[in-house]
């Protein structure tokens, strides 16, 4: 089993490349070299290993980003390697082969290869394989939206997104049309905003109406929803009117 050996990166490279580390296997001491060298320059610290036991006691005294993995080894061969490595880490690993047949790369990317590069290979070429794949493997997650929420709950009261229903503090169930669900949704969804009659109308099928005309068709719409809730509009405590302006949901809501 080959000692360990290790290429330093230059000084001049960058430093996203300087912090990943690189694990070239190949029983050639030259082409370990020739891998080994454009590698360093481009940045990455690059140690080397001669069979699988060498890269295994590589892989188990240090943090490798990336296996550049010879085909032709003895004992356990490249395609095999790859195999066991799969079975218990994801790092990422280019196959490097004499062999330049489709059917060779097949198999290794059936294996779990991520990368092939056939000798003899351009140190550019090399470099780049590399960089694509370290980029595909580590490239940042996308924050993940969270879910939307099931249900608002205000002073009591329960709005079941998922089912459109609207339950009492007693757990009563409540009709609502369609336009009294959308009216209410969309005042939970902006509680303690002002919304004027406009904002209002455009949830119904009332949108080219005149000025006045909307006022008083939004106004019929609170006045219902306000029944529904049980609330007085001449002491309303929930959906409160902002004279000149519109109505307020006046409640503290929590989604779930």
Avoid at 169 to 179: F, I
Avoid at 207 to 234: C, E, F, G, H, T
Wanted: proline share 7%.
């Amino acid at each position: 089993m080959t000692a360990q050996a290790e290429v330093r990166p230059q000084p001049s490279v960058a430093p996203q490349a300087a912090s990943r580390t690189l694990l070239v296997v190949d029983d050639d001491e030259d082409i370990r070299t020739l891998v080994a060298e454009p590698l360093a320059n481009a940045g990455y610290t690059v140690l080397t290993a001669s069979d699988g036991p060498s890269m295994f006691a590589m892989l188990n005294d240090h943090s490798v980003d990336l296996i550049v993995l010879d085909l032709n080894l003895p004992g356990e061969d490249g395609l095999s390697l790859c195999r066991m490595t799969r079975a218990t880490r994801d790092t990422p690993i280019i196959m490097l082969t004499a062999r330049g047949e489709a059917i060779d790369r097949v198999i290794g990317l059936e294996v779990g290869a991520d990368d092939y590069i056939t000798k003899p290979f351009e140190p550019r070429e090399l470099v780049a394989r590399v960089r694509s794949v370290m980029r595909r493997a580590y490239a940042p997650m996308a924050p993940q939206e969270p879910p939307p929420p099931k249900r608002a709950i205000f002073q009591g009261w329960t709005l079941d997104f998922e089912n459109r229903r609207l339950s009492d503090p007693k757990g009563r169930v409540v009709m609502l049309s369609g336009n009294e669900y959308s009216l209410l949704k969309f005042l939970v969804e902006h509680a303690n905003e002002v919304l004027t009659r406009e904002q209002l109308l455009t949830l119904t099928s009332q949108p080219m109406l005149m000025d006045s005309a909307a006022q008083r068709v939004a106004d019929l719409q609170i006045s219902r929803l306000r029944q529904k809730l049980s609330d007085d509009a001449r002491a309303s405590q929930l959906i409160m009117t902002v004279r000149s302006q519109g109505y307020v949901l006046a409640a503290a809501v929590k989604f779930e």
